[in-house]
């Protein structure tokens, strides 16, 4: 719902598709969620670099640099991680609009916000792909590359997905890529060959 009564699009004169016409690429938001520690982070780092060498128009929105700015303002409970995700959405919606194949890294544990995301964008040009990480709570526990799941465990941060809040896993994700058992490289290349299959790059 919009608040301001006197406010129209305004429509602009360089349409999307004339962009991935002049990119010779289409744009998409490529959303990858998993546990703390699944790799989300490293992954979309990699991809980006992958695409970027193949002069393909990219950027990562990452959960943990949003927060830095964008929503600086907002905690960790279901009604901010629902506004965090709104914001993010409507962000990686203006980067699709403008040429650009997105890529978020967010643990958003809770389905229905992924789908309200999943809801912003045209389905009839597949440009939603969400990739979930699977990987087991145990390894991303040995992983722990920030030391969350320890400060977790130990009581120290409150609301900590996986251990003391829900994550919900993706029921019918386009890519499941289980980061437990294969490596970062091949992981990228499985979202490298759907984005192919999909005739995206
Ligand atoms: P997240 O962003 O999901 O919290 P990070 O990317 O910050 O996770 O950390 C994941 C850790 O797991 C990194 O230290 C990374 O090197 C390691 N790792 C091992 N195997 C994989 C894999 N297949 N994909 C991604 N990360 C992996």
Same mark, same amino acid.
């Given at each position: 719902?919009?608040?301001?009564?006197?406010?129209?699009?305004?429509?602009?004169?360089?349409?999307?598709?004339?962009?991935?016409?002049?990119?010779?690429? !289409?744009?998409?938001?490529?959303?990858?969620?998993? /546990?703390?520690?699944? #790799?989300?982070? @490293?992954? %979309?780092?990699?991809?980006?670099?992958?695409?970027?060498?193949?002069?393909?128009?990219?950027?990562?929105?990452?959960?943990?640099?949003?927060?830095?700015?964008?929503?600086?303002?907002?905690?960790?409970?279901?009604?901010?991680?629902?506004?965090?995700? !709104?914001?993010?959405?409507?962000?990686?919606?203006? /980067?699709?609009?403008? #040429?650009?194949? @997105?890529? %978020?890294?967010?643990?958003?544990?809770?389905?229905?916000?992924r789908n309200n995301i999943r809801a912003l964008f045209n389905s009839d040009d597949e440009e939603f792909i969400e990739?979930?990480?699977?990987?087991?709570?145990?390894?991303?526990?040995?992983?722990?590359?920030?030391?969350?799941?320890?400060?977790?465990?130990?009581?120290?941060?409150?609301?900590?997905?996986?251990?003391?809040?829900?994550?919900?896993?993706?029921?019918?994700?386009?890519?499941?890529?289980?980061?437990?058992?294969?490596?970062?490289?091949?992981?990228?290349?499985?979202?490298?060959?759907?984005?192919?299959?999909?005739?995206?790059?």
């Amino acid at each position: 719902m919009v608040k301001g009564k006197n406010i129209k699009w305004h429509k602009a004169k360089v349409t999307k598709k004339d962009r991935w016409m002049q990119n010779a690429h !289409r744009s998409a938001l490529i959303w990858i969620t998993g /546990l703390s520690a699944s #790799g989300k982070s @490293t992954v %979309a780092t990699e991809l980006e670099h992958t695409l970027f060498c193949r002069k393909i128009n990219t950027f990562v929105l990452d959960g943990d640099n949003v927060r830095h700015g964008l929503c600086k303002d907002l905690g960790f409970s279901a009604e901010c991680r629902k506004e965090n995700l !709104r914001r993010v959405g409507e962000v990686a919606k203006l /980067l699709v609009d403008a #040429g650009v194949l @997105t890529i %978020a890294a967010f643990i958003s544990p809770y389905a229905a916000d992924r789908n309200n995301i999943r809801a912003l964008f045209n389905s009839d040009d597949e440009e939603f792909i969400e990739v979930y990480l699977k990987c087991d709570i145990s390894i991303c526990e040995q992983r722990d590359p920030k030391g969350l799941y320890k400060k977790a465990r130990a009581g120290e941060i409150p609301q900590f997905t996986g251990i003391s809040d829900p994550y919900e896993e993706p029921l019918a994700p386009e890519i499941i890529i289980e980061t437990d058992r294969l490596t970062v490289q091949e992981s990228v290349d499985m979202i490298i060959d759907h984005l192919r299959g999909r005739k995206i790059i």
